[in-house]
Nanobody, 126 residues
Framework: QVQLVETGGGLVQAGDSLRLSCAASGRTFSTYVMAWFRQAPGKEREFVAAINWSGSNSYYGDSVKGRCTISRDNAKNTVYLQMNSLKPEDTAVYYC???????????????????WGQGTQVTVSS
């Protein structure tokens, strides 16, 4: 069992940067694939980024590619999402997700993740 808690959301202006954190419980954090998804009101949940267990491979959604960086610190049981050049369309609730055994080709699929955090709100004003 893994419990995830996201922090770092808030209200920022377009062009600003923000770093989200996701703290995980459990001794086996370093074995999990970790990901960030987001969901805006009235829209489906959207893949943002994912990272493999070691941090050696990462994968990004098209809408954030080049503006976001996912990283992890296995010693701290934490995964991060650094977001730069934020746009109003980045406004959403951002969720951290985790699971074992997810291949690179399926990291963007929400149904592959068994564990989810409660989400943190990011609002970008124009």
């Amino acid at each position: 069992q893994v419990q995830l808690v996201e922090t770092g959301g808030g209200l920022v202006q377009a062009g600003d940067s923000l770093r989200l954190s996701c703290a995980a419980s459990g001794r086996t954090f370093s074995t999990y694939v970790m990901a960030w998804f987001r969901q805006a009101p009235g829209k489906e949940r959207e893949f943002v980024a994912a990272i493999n267990w070691s941090g050696s491979n990462s994968y990004y959604g098209d809408s954030v590619k080049g503006r976001c960086t996912i990283s992890r610190d296995n010693a701290k049981n934490t995964v991060y999402l650094q977001m730069n050049s934020l746009k109003p369309e980045d406004t959403a609730v951002y969720y951290c997700a985790a699971n074992l055994g997810i291949t690179l080709g399926t990291m963007s699929r929400a149904e592959k993740y068994a564990y989810w955090g409660q989400g943190t709100q990011v609002t970008v004003s124009s």
